[in-house]
């Protein structure tokens, strides 16, 4: 199985992310590609990708990878819970209610998916079928 060749240089340069630190993108990155790579039915790690395909899974991994810093940062804030919303001078927190019972971790990986499929949708990695394509 081979990773996918996305490093903090990328996520600064190409993706123009400024919400992580290199520290931030390196705890996060490889959860962030293990997340795209069962999205995409282990697509990303079994075939050599496209040059646009690659670009799109480095993008979704980029996302992926800030979506798992904040939910990071807002356990360590809250002692684990999930937080729905938090006022400016920090007095206030909002938990939030997961729908139907749903574990918190189903919930990160549903809002992980969404953003992922944003950069993923013009690809046929998301397709859940036999593709011949690569």
Do not use: W
């Amino acid at each position: 199985m081979s990773r996918v060749d996305v490093d903090y240089q990328y996520y600064a340069d190409v993706f123009k992310g400024d919400a992580l630190t290199e520290s931030d993108f390196k705890k996060h990155g490889m959860r962030a590609e293990a997340i795209v790579n069962r999205m995409t039915y282990s697509r990303i790690h079994e075939f050599e990708l496209r040059p646009d395909d690659l670009e799109a899974v480095k993008a979704a991994i980029c996302a992926v990878s800030e979506i798992l810093a904040e939910d990071h940062r807002q356990k360590d804030a809250t002692g684990g819970r999930l937080v729905k919303s938090v006022n400016t001078d920090g007095e206030s927190v909002t938990y939030a209610d997961t729908a139907d019972n749903q574990p918190p971790e189903e919930t990160l990986y549903s809002k992980c998916c969404f953003e992922a499929r944003l950069y993923l949708e013009d690809t046929t990695l998301l397709y859940p079928g036999v593709y011949y394509d690569y």
